[in-house]
């Protein structure tokens, strides 16, 4: 019984043997590309510094650092659970969007970079306006990202979000209050915009001077073929809009354009191959016009905008 005793505490000690910031850093990221982990050199590094509560700054500027046992068994287990395909930002819980600090968790969708496209678009036609009280809403807002960015860029804006998932608004409010925004971000539960519909009085209805939209988008059929960390792991109600993946887009811009002030805009992301389907919902509606679109940087369609 000595015997076994001896031996556990042994291997539980080379477990979290002394490592300094370089070799832990080193070893993380063979784990990693052995698991075929993409970016697994980043990812190495941000759950690192999540074990020791560093930035990334401080590791490369203390690789003689020596870990504590505590933070060796912390890297060990965040290693093991991004190996196993759980994405790199559920385990930290966080995610940079426009350059603001987001909590993310299982129950939204993690901001992409791509996604800041809707910003970009969405200032570009707000135009000159951008000190005036305007009345914008967020469709499917999930972590709250397109709303808080926009509220940060727009100081006088109010910005109602809706969202299908009363998790996801959980999760928008902690990052609205946390950015400064909270009081201007108004979190409504509902699908699309059916809240606002809901809440008419006769003769009485919001009059929004933008939409934005990140909708579900991901085709049913395509599920096989989305990356593992995405498939096993993003919230379903947040990925797929269908079995085409485009359905979503009709309802949403019927929708809009009972709720678009005229002169207002509408602007969503659409999904790789979505873009004449989506275009060609708003061309054969006579109620929006001067559509345009954007490319993300890999230049594939993006963004479609439209004015009511």
Not at 2 to 27: D, I
Not at 41 to 60: G, V
Not at 91 to 108: H, K, M, N, S
Not at 235 to 257: C, H, N, R
């Amino acid at each position: 019984m000595v015997r076994e005793v001896s031996l556990q505490r042994s291997e539980r000690e080379a477990t979290v043997a002394p490592r300094n910031v370089h070799g832990a850093l080193r070893e993380g990221m063979a784990r990693l590309l052995g698991a075929k982990i993409p970016s697994a050199p980043l990812a190495a590094e941000l759950l690192l510094t999540h074990a020791m509560e560093h930035d990334r700054t401080w590791l490369y500027t203390h690789p003689e650092a020596l870990l504590t046992v505590e933070e060796n068994s912390r890297f060990a287990a965040y290693l093991a659970r991004r190996a196993s395909g759980e994405p790199t930002q559920y385990i930290t819980g966080r995610q940079e969007f426009w350059g603001l600090a987001l909590a993310v968790t299982p129950d939204v969708l993690i901001p992409r970079p791509e996604s800041e496209h809707v910003v970009e678009v969405a200032l570009e036609r707000i135009g000159s306006r951008r000190e005036d009280a305007l009345l914008l809403a967020d469709v499917g807002t999930g972590s709250g990202c397109l709303a808080i960015a926009l509220a940060t860029e727009l100081p006088a804006t109010e910005i109602f979000a809706t969202d299908i998932s009363s998790a996801a608004l959980e999760v928008a409010r902690r990052n609205a209050k946390q950015n400064g925004v909270g009081e201007r971000v108004h979190l409504t539960p509902g699908n699309l915009l059916e809240p606002f519909f809901l809440d008419m009085t006769a003769g009485a209805r919001p009059e929004f001077d933008l939409i934005v939209s990140n909708p579900p988008y991901v085709a049913r059929r395509d599920a096989a073929t989305l990356p593992r960390e995405v498939r096993e792991h993003e919230p379903d109600v947040a990925l797929y809009g269908g079995e085409m993946g485009t359905e979503i887009y009709g309802s949403l811009f019927q929708q809009a354009k009972a709720l678009v002030r005229p002169g207002g805009a509408i602007v969503v992301e659409i999904g790789q191959g979505a873009l004449d389907a989506v275009v060609a919902l708003l061309e054969n509606d006579p109620a929006w016009r001067d559509i345009a679109m954007k490319n993300d940087l890999a230049g594939i369609p993006r963004v479609i905008s439209a004015q009511r």
